[in-house]
């Protein structure tokens, strides 16, 4: 048990879908944080908040969109993702930005 | 550009021999930390080192920071299948809101 809850832990959806992730954290941290991990691929940040504001957005297309409503809950909403967007979706959280992460189990996300 | 590199990317052993992974940078990191992953969960922190040239050790794990924080290596000694796993470094900095960098992953196997 992590601290840094996932749900749903596998999710298959459509490209007209909408769908939203949900992390939790019960360890008091003051940054989360949302990774992509794709196969043979290194761990891709895509955004990061502290203390519910968002501090980074890697570059990510506006089909993935965050929501921070406090320091406890991170959600990420999807829609019309594409097929390449398969992939596993991790949460984290730290203490600080620089400290560190402690992981949710992932969401295993299939675009059909 | 990928700011840390693993080597070797993909190990696999038999039981009971020993290994080291390495984790590489030309750039200079406030901590590096290590984590291991098995598949569909997220990774798990093992240790953090912060300290130019230090060693910790976990059990068979012995874990050593470079003199010039810029990489770290792993040694594992006498493996187990329960090493089995994805091994991932992540180096953090303190400047901007991208903190922890992570490494491009080891990719373990100990064959029984």
């Known amino acids: 048990e992590t601290g840094v809850t996932q749900t749903p832990r596998h999710l298959v959806m459509g490209m007209t879908n909408k769908k939203s992730l949900k992390c939790e954290q019960h360890l008091g941290h003051n940054a989360m944080y949302w990774y992509k991990q794709s196969a043979k691929k290194p761990l891709e940040l895509m955004f990061v908040?502290?203390?519910?504001?968002?501090?980074e957005n890697n570059s990510v297309p506006s089909r993935f969109s965050p929501e921070c409503p406090n320091s406890s809950h991170l959600f990420l909403h999807l829609h019309t993702l594409q097929p390449e967007d398969s992939a596993l979706y991790l949460c984290a959280s730290s203490r600080q930005i620089e400290t560190e992460a402690f992981f949710g189990q992932g969401t295993r996300l299939t675009v059909v | 550009t990928q700011l840390l590199e693993q080597s070797p990317q993909f190990l696999s052993i038999q039981e009971g021999e020993n290994l080291t992974v390495y984790c590489n940078s030309s750039?200079?990191?406030?901590?590096l930390q290590w984590y291991r992953q098995e598949p569909g969960e997220g990774p798990v922190l093992l240790v953090t080192?912060?300290?130019?040239?230090e060693v910790k050790k976990l059990k068979r794990l012995t874990f050593q920071f470079g003199d010039a924080r810029k990489d770290s290596s792993l040694h594992i000694t006498a493996a187990q299948p329960g090493d089995t796993g994805l091994y991932l470094c992540a180096g953090a900095r303190k400047t901007g809101a991208n903190n922890l960098f992570f490494g491009t992953g080891t990719r373990l196997t100990v064959i029984p």
């Open positions: 080192v912060v300290t130019g040239g």
């Open positions: 750039s200079v990191f406030s901590s």
């Open positions: 908040y502290s203390l519910e504001e968002r501090v």
